[in-house]
């Protein structure tokens, strides 16, 4: 892949004049315009801004009513989803409100139009397939989505729904970040599903362009869009497709799961129980793009294979796509390799560590062949992603280094786990099926010391533990390590997925998440 140039325009000085003239003079003080993300003002606090690497406090004193009010009667009015721009910009103010309906709290986010920005998947974009993005709050899922808008609107009838005004900024007249492309306005978050379908009725486009679909209606028009031909381009909530598939209320842009009991002979044929979870139809999207930050994404170019080898615990092999130091574009596909069966199948799979980055400068480790009985495969194969060793998953006992089972299955002696004692291959029992628990048996089996793991993976595994304590009763809260703003922002999102509340607590650098069951 060839070298990209980028182009940003982010109009900052708009947003900067909406500020209170003391925050203003911090920013400036504070330079690097180009990383700052957002400013958060919140009642009786301290102003803060948010940085790509870092969060900062912008004053001593905290934040007045007198403070929220200037940006509130600066901006355009606030809609239904308490968001608010700026005429011809692409920033959005939303507000937080009292019980009373009085602003109390402000996030000031600074939108940014890159040209160039998807050079790393134009190619997809292209190819009239529809695309789904996901990515964390702030990574620059919307940013993507409007320069492939532009891109797309230079050879095709292109409409964008744009909810919130993200996309094409606020007022009546479009940004120019989103060429020639058009735009629809929704009256209320609620109605974006009427208004995707209004767009294809009568408006005859080849393209259509939604942001953030979050409701099940909005799934439900994004096939009826889909089926009628119209390529989609769409961001959606959620990380990965391993999220996806698990909420109820967008799993259908991926086709949906749902449980199938296998007879006797096909449930031996396939090795699994006599329930299954299978794909319960075409996914509305033929592609996913997970974002891992602005300048790396992992491609699923083939959603539909890509869920139903999820399903089967034999994850396809990952597409990496990235920039390197010199702003080259790179592609590198996983260093997956696959033992024999039958075509549609992966009965063995491994990671290998060196298909992206080394191992952290450790020893080279050697491969270890696992058999795994009664866990899922593909959270055995992303804790070895996470920790960088090597391990391969057979589906032949006798090829196995060692078998790993749950406690639950290891209390009742199967017949797998009586043979493999007998072949004197080591059985590992794990407390519960989580990552946490198999990163744990991973450090045990190449027996990494925890100091050997990189912070990142330490405060998932320790996040993990906590929602597990948290969900089995075992305590009502658990306050985690102080991190980053960054690793907050993921075990916040962990909490959400797992329907358990989350709060942060104490000042920088020792601000901690607390996870608990809200009553």
């Not at 900067?16 to 003080?29: C, G, N, T």
Request: aromatic share 4%.
């Amino acid at each position: 892949m060839t070298k990209a140039t980028q182009l940003i325009v982010d109009d900052l000085d708009a947003l900067m004049q909406v500020l209170p003239p003391a925050i203003q003079a911090a920013l400036a003080k504070e330079g690097r315009r180009d990383d700052l993300l957002e400013v958060i003002l919140d009642l009786g606090r301290v102003p803060t801004a948010r940085y790509t690497d870092k969060e900062v406090v912008l004053l001593d004193r905290e934040v007045t009513q007198e403070d929220i009010d200037c940006v509130v009667q600066r901006v355009g009015d606030f809609d239904a989803d308490n968001r608010a721009g700026i005429a011809r910009t692409l920033h959005r103010i939303s507000a937080i409100r009292n019980r009373k309906g009085t602003v109390v709290g402000l996030t000031c986010r600074v939108g940014r139009a890159v040209f160039g920005t998807i050079a790393i998947i134009e190619d997809l974009i292209a190819s009239g397939k529809s695309v789904l993005l996901l990515g964390r709050p702030g990574v620059g899922k919307t940013t993507m989505l409007r320069e492939a808008a532009r891109v797309l609107a230079e050879t095709k009838r292109v409409v964008i729904v744009d909810t919130s005004n993200e996309i094409a900024g606020d007022g009546d007249i479009p940004h120019p970040a989103i060429g020639r492309a058009r735009r629809m306005q929704v009256a209320l978050p609620s109605l974006q599903h009427e208004v995707m379908i209004e767009a294809v009725e009568n408006h005859n486009p080849e393209v259509i362009v939604i942001d953030e679909i979050g409701r099940e209606l909005e799934a439900m028009a994004a096939r009826t869009i889909a089926e009628r031909g119209v390529q989609l381009i769409a961001t959606a909530h959620g990380n990965t497709l391993e999220n996806l598939l698990l909420n109820p209320t967008l799993s259908d842009l991926v086709g949906g799961i749902e449980s199938v009991t296998l007879s006797d002979e096909e449930a031996r044929r396939r090795g699994t129980q006599k329930t299954v979870l299978e794909r319960r139809a075409p996914p509305t999207f033929d592609v996913l793009v997970e974002i891992q930050d602005r300048q790396r994404v992992l491609v699923r170019d083939d959603v539909a294979q890509d869920v139903d080898a999820l399903l089967r615990g034999r994850p396809r092999p990952d597409v990496l796509r990235y920039r390197d130091q010199n702003g080259e574009m790179r592609m590198e596909q996983l260093n997956w390799s696959e033992g024999e069966g039958e075509a549609d199948e992966r009965p063995a799979s491994s990671w290998t560590p060196e298909a992206t980055r080394n191992n952290g400068g450790r020893r080279k480790l050697k491969e270890k062949r696992v058999y795994p009985f009664g866990v899922a495969r593909n959270r055995l194969i992303r804790a070895a992603q996470v920790l960088h060793v090597p391990v391969r998953i057979v589906d032949n006992l006798g090829e196995a280094h060692v078998l790993v089972t749950s406690k639950q299955y290891y209390r009742k002696r199967p017949s797998v786990v009586v043979e493999a004692e007998g072949r004197n291959i080591p059985v590992f029992a794990l407390r519960a099926n989580t990552a946490a628990q198999m990163e744990s048996f991973l450090m045990n089996l190449f027996q990494l010391s925890e100091e050997a793991a990189d912070p990142y993976t330490l405060a998932m595994q320790e996040t993990e533990s906590a929602i597990q304590r948290v969900l089995g009763g075992e305590v009502e809260a658990v306050d985690l390590a102080p991190q980053n703003a960054f690793v907050r922002r993921i075990q916040h999102e962990m909490a959400q997925n797992a329907n358990l509340t989350s709060r942060s607590y104490g000042k920088e650098p020792n601000r901690s998440v607390r996870i608990f069951r809200e009553t």
